[in-house]
């Protein structure tokens, strides 16, 4: 038969009855005939078919092929015929010859499509077998065509990425789960079905499930297998693994890992074949989960070593199907479990039984070549013949490759997981939160490619946040908050292990430091707010410093070359050194002694105290030399404070050893010894002073001693008093040249309220009261002493001596006696003589003793308004020369303060603030005050003091009894004319005599 035959039979549509090949297409019954097949299918992957077929249309448009489902059935013996449905990935047209034009197509599984689509996504807490059922769900030739046997649940995945093709994705899933597909074929041809297991017992058994085993050479067709092989090969006998479980660290001593040697009775293996493997970063949580992941790799090595390899016709044959060899004298002696075995992958090489026949040309692709090759190998053999009832010769071979069901089959781990790159990512958490985190300080992030999380907590797992330096006890911690950019990379390469290794800037999250390079350091940020706290390192040239920064209460310690800082900017220089200062509170504490000094510093021991220890040992000699004569003068030795004093400069020079070392390492450095305190002191000293101040109270409290010595003087100056009190005794002691106390106004009251009072005096003793009496009393006894010379007692009023009602008052140069008994006088002579007096000119008081001169300026209330300074106006008082003299502010009565000064010279006043001048012009005549200015005449001030009264009052009289008020201006006396002299004396009267200053300096003398 030939093509015409074989065209006239397909216009006859009866090209497809009772043959070995059928093909079902979308196009019309018989439109395309299948002529040759190549196939194959495999346990735990897919199958593959190809097809050249015949038409007698030239015309297919090949794109209504692709991807559409096609059926190819395969005639069994009994005539039936056995589906395999699958989808057209390949389409072409071969040729033409004869009026029949040649095409070929490649179908396969829907598994097929997982090669052509790629995805990024992450499965959380979920199974492998839930993982696939999203991924297979993807695709709708799939939808209702997939199904798991499994002989136990699989445990969840707490983070799995897919960043590949479908295909390579759930096929690396399937093999580290250790399980495989195989295919079930609907009996109308229309669908085909995946069941994924874990075990061979779950395969279908064929139909009838024994397959017989023929010897080849056999002189016709049969169902059965011709050709048996079987194959050992070696494999490694022990597998040995470690990981690292970052939360909970294994040790060397009890590391983490499996030990899974090779089933036994597989003959003499070396026991060095051992595949040690670290498998990466926190392969497994539990034991048994690792030992049940290291048992399938072995499981898949054991299913490798022995295979068996079979040839024949045997029609009704796929992967994926137990069935029992009979008729082998190899295996009729084994046990029936032994005789079972599960089909690995199976191959199909087939010529269908057309009336046509092979003379045609060979296109390019054909399969013609491949079915040449095959009945080349086997050219005797009518094993694989197939004929037609019209005598139509057909070609059928199948090759299996199968292992007994009784060892585990693992499918080959042949797909890696993807090759990883460093990638970006957001840090994200709970809507609201600013930072989110956990106990070890995990973060969650999104990445930049994830299209499906929500941007929450829940896009990612917990990923671990590499920190600049970590420790057991010590470390940085630095986490990146929710809304950065952070750098991911992945431990060991895997996808499934992200680490974040560092934060990056951009342009929403811009660095706090930028542009001139000078700036480094740490700046945080307020949960919540806008405070911060921050460690600058400005490297600027010749600036260097260091500023150590907390908003909060505007808290730092400032280093080095000290500027103003805002931000990016750098400011003013502010100083050098170093500031620490607070809005809030500060405390200093050193456990052991604080030492604070200005002394020059080096590179020498921080306590070298020295310059103060020296400082310390010259007050000792001061206080030990000033006790002494304070004890030789019969006064309180100073011996306490002497001796705290020297226990206190021992405290300051110590030498401290430093520490030994008792293990460990020091690098040779370390040794000798410092200075230290043997106290915990404080020390404060500075070469050149000292000050405390402060706008309210200094305290200084000692449970003991306060020693306070100046090599010099020693001053104590008061604004208002200065009050001692002392619970045992006060003494005083002067060395050389005496002692002086002064009360320049109000009273000195000396008691001694429950005890003796002395004074004594080698020399002269003098007690007197210049303008009033003066009363010696006591509640015991009141001693007067004087050694080597008299004591003297005067009193300007009067003096009373008063004991037991008895007196003796002295007083306006009279004496009294007085006394409730009698007076005895003993004396070995006695002498009445006239009268006496003894003058006490010389003693006068400071408030006696007349300055050689003095003024004061008063300025009028108009001349104030005029100026248009109606607030307070400064003044100064200016030498010929130049040189101020005093100066001031005017007082609410327009006065100056009076100043005194010694000579007649004379003084310039200055009023105001420098400025121009303002020339203002006065008319006397018009000036309103009623004086003839042609006609004043200055009085005469010691002709009008010394006027003798006309009424004298105690508040009027002098100390010689001479009025101060003239009796011009008399409360009595009528207004005088302006043009008298009375009235000139009662105007100098009321504008001086009423300031008891003026006055004051009157009577003293002033000029």
Known sequence: MGAQDLISTINGGLSQTDRLLKLDTPLASNTLVPQRVVGSSRLGRHFEFTVDVVSTTGSVELKTLIAQPVTLWIQQTDKSYLP??????????????SGLTSYQLGFASWMHFLKFRRDQRIWQDKSADETITDVFNMHPQALGLFQFALSKPLPSRSYCRQDEDDWNFVHRLLE???LYGFWQQAQDGKSHTLVITDRLQTLDALSPEAVTFYRAGTDSETDALTQ???TRTLQSTMLTTRTFDYKSPSTQFNPKGTNVPTMPNQGSLPDQAEVYEYTGAYTYAKQDRGDQLSGIRMEEWESRAKRFVGVGGVRRVDAGRRFILNGHPDHDRDQARQKEFAVIETAWVIANNLPVGDQGPTFPHSLQGTLDEVRASHPADKTFKVLHADGSEGFYLTEIEARRVTVPYRSAFEHKKPEMHLESAIVVGPQGEEVYTDELNRIKVQFIWDRLNSGDERASCWVRVAQSDTGNGYGGVHMPRVGEEVLIDHIGG?????????????GATKPQWHSNGLLSGYRSKEYGGNGFNQLVMDDA??????????SSYNSHLHLGYLIQHSDNARGGFLGSGFDLKSDAYGAIRAGQGLYVSTHPTSAGQPLNSQPAGEQLINAESVIEAVSEASVAGQAESLRAGHEALKKFTDASQRSVPGRESTGGRTAGGGTGSANGFSTPIMLMASPSGIALSTPQSTH?????????ISGQDTYLA???????????????????????????????????????MSLSALKNLTI??????????????VKLNSIESQITIAAKQGITLTSGGAYVKIANGNIELGCPGSITLKSGNFHWEGPAQLSDSENLWPGQIPANFSTKVLLDKQLQERMGMTDAIPYQFVSDSGAVIAKGMIDESGSTQRVFHTNTEALSVLLGKKGDWLKTEHNDADCGCGVDHAAEVSPDFVQLVNQQPHETDEAGASEDGKSLQSSINSNSAPLANADTSEFQRSLIEHLIFNDPEIKQAILDGED
């Open 176 to 178: 580290s789960e250790g």
């Open 228 to 230: 048996w092989s079987g």
């Open 718 to 756: 008061t604004g208002k008093s200065l009050v001692l009190s002392v619970v045992e005794k006060i003494s005083l002691f002067v060395q050389k040249a005496g002692i002086k106390m002064f009360a320049s106004s109000g009273k000195v009251d000396i008691q001694a309220q429950n005890d003796e």
């Open 700 to 708: 200084i409290g000692a449970d003991q001693h306060i020693n306070v």
């Open 541 to 550: 040239t010749n600036q260097n410093r260091v500023h150590l920064y907390s």
């Open 84 to 97: 395999h449905n699958g989808y057209v990935h390949t389409a072409r047209r071969l040729g033409s010859n």
């Open 768 to 781: 007197r009261s210049t303008d009033a009496e003066l009363a010696l009393s006591g509640a015991q006894d």
């Open 494 to 506: 895997d996808c499934d292990r992200p680490v974040v290794i560092s934060r990056m800037y951009n």
